[in-house]
């Protein structure tokens, strides 16, 4: 039996992988985030909302972080095809549609190019809510396309190299993974 529990490399498909961030660390940064959102939204009750599917098991860990009353919804949008965003995000479930002055907290798994966050914060502008901020366990800084300044919550800035793992997909696989790994890059063959 193979032990996915903590391994330095694996194999999805065509693409070896190898670990980034284990899952005590995300559990530490989840932790730290999730403290920090009980002190910002004291006696209030915010709505989270996760961003399908991606986000599942981090919205799951962060929310039994959180003390204060809150709601929970989520979203569904699909924008990847491999290991490249199509920039074309279509939405396959549709936002909680009661939003008006509530605090919006719309939680992510990773921001890449932005465009996907972009399209859903429109979305959510729409409602009218009293607050929007977005928290997300990844960041690739140097891929966004567009500033968001509602990212007020991140777990861990990495470069811009694809990732699987912990609810992150290549084709669809190693959601169920628990660390976090980046695809290794395959050196130039010398002439
Ligand atoms: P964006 O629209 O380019 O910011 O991409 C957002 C979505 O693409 C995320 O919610 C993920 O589902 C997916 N995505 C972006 N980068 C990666 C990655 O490195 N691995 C797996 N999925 C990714």
Redesign the pocket.
Known sequence: MVNLATMNKIQIEDKEFEILIQNDNIARRTRLIGIQINVDYENRCPVFIG?LN?SFLFMADLLKEITISCEIGFTKVS??QGTE?SGNVKETLSLPDDLQDRDVILV??????????SHILTEVYKQNPASVKVCSLLL?PTALKTPIKELDYIGFEITNE???GYG???NGLGRNLKDIYRAKTVAPLLP
Do not use: A, Q, R
Request: proline share 0%; aromatic share 14%; hydrophobic share 40%.
């Open positions: 961003v991606g924008s990847y965003s992510e798994d990773i921001v890449d190019t932005g465009l996907t966050l690739k694809f990732v699987v992150l997909d290549y």
